[in-house]
């Protein structure tokens, strides 16, 4: 028997996103069919395991707060004016998490913003130096 | 955004209006106070999204200066542990839109509290293992479902991806993880 149809209404199931027909249309299918039941239970089991690891708390590692103080302390008074440096660095902060990156061979990543800027740059440096042959054309002893 | 209240950190007291006010201000003894409160859940929500212990503690820092910059906007409608709870969520999947994953699959924390074994009768260090080792693609979606009962929109909202994809994620996310618990020839 193909169950793939019922294995997604699993998921829909523990979810509590079926209507009323829905659901007994799955338990209809259930009652013959002990493979759902079992991937059912399962899926129950899985979320129970892991709703309760949700609840552990996992121990930073030692000297954690200390080194998160350290950092606050070069922090600016909160609502103490911002330097023009601290702005510029939020802003590309920001714009590093909006447009974010693009991923190389071997797992590093480069970010989009950088691209952009050497794009940027690139772009400046090939009409600077057009216009300076340009002008330089226009220079030419006679 | 929405959080289980049945989190261990939901019943920690809040820091009292005065003490928020003084950190607020750039009261550094009053700040320290809210992160060796916090820090515990901080740090297990950006562990849980990024599953490596660089990524978790670069992030769960980060969340904390985003929070010293922003608590003066903090408005006592949700707890401030709920609101700490939704930036330390979103600093993470920021910070792993942002950052490549940090290989290390041998260095994993500590519990605070000894539970050697779940409700279903899997152990704490297996739900681990097998979260660190699902595909973030699959883990990010499938954490904050099932372990912070974010509804798939917020979901979608918080990851910037569609919702059907989101959800198709998640669902092999749990089929993944089902396979790695239950190990070939066991049941329910």
Known sequence: MDCSYYRERINEYVDGEMDYLQVAELQAHLSFCPDCAVELAQTGELRGALADWGRLELAPPPGFAERVMAAVELEPAPGATRTAGQLLHDTLHKLDDRLGSISLPGGRTIPVKNLIGWGVATAAVVIGLGRRRERGSRELPL | ?188
């Open chain 2, 1 to 188: 955004m929405t959080a289980s209240n049945s989190h261990k950190w939901a019943s920690l007291p809040d820091p009292s209006p005065a003490e928020l006010a003084r950190a607020a201000q750039g009261d550094a003894k009053a700040f320290r106070t809210i992160v060796e409160r916090y820090q515990g859940m901080v740090y297990s929500v950006a562990y849980n999204v990024l599953g490596s212990h660089t990524d978790a503690e670069d992030a769960a820092q980060d969340a904390f200066l985003r929070c010293y910059r922003k608590l003066s906007q903090y408005r006592e409608e949700a707890s401030f542990s709920t609101w700490l709870f939704r930036l330390a969520l979103t600093t993470a999947v920021d910070y792993k839109r942002r950052e490549s994953r940090h290989p290390e699959p041998v260095d994993v924390p500590d519990l605070v509290d000894d539970a050697p074994e779940l409700g279903e009768g899997v152990s704490a260090a297996t739900i681990m293992a097998a979260l660190r080792d699902l595909p973030d693609d699959y883990r990010v979606p499938t954490v904050l479902r099932d372990i912070y009962g974010l509804p798939y929109q917020e979901i979608a909202d918080v990851t910037g991806r569609p919702l059907g994809t989101v959800k198709v994620m998640v669902h092999r996310g749990r089929a993944s993880l089902r396979l790695k618990l239950r190990p070939a020839g066991g049941t329910a």
